[in-house]
């Protein structure tokens, strides 16, 4: 799933960010599950959970000695708007940018 289309102006880093956390919303994710998931050195990674943050777009929680990242509901698209995408991004989605 992506995160919805407002947000998908962003920074490619950061859509990718977001897109990962919409995936994986329920049980959140780790910096090292999303450093594997989003092809990008740490610092870019870093730069963008930041710019994330301070945007409102995600969560940070500590749960049991560990920080797991959130996407904020409103980045998650609901059911109706997770099936609408634009011919534009399923092409998008096919080609390797």
């Not at 977001?18 to 092809?39: H, I, N, P, Y």
């Amino acid at each position: 799933m992506q995160a919805k289309r407002e947000y998908r102006g962003r920074d490619g880093t950061e859509v990718a960010v977001l897109d990962a956390l919409v995936d994986r919303q329920e049980e959140g994710m780790t910096v090292f599950e999303l450093r594997s998931r989003v092809d990008v050195s740490i610092d870019r990674l870093e730069t963008a959970l930041g710019d994330l943050k301070t945007a409102g777009l995600i969560t940070v929680e500590k749960e049991g000695g560990q920080t797991r990242i959130y996407p904020d509901d409103r980045v998650v698209p609901t059911g109706e708007e997770s099936r609408k995408r634009s011919l534009a991004e399923k092409i998008r989605e096919k080609l390797p940018f």
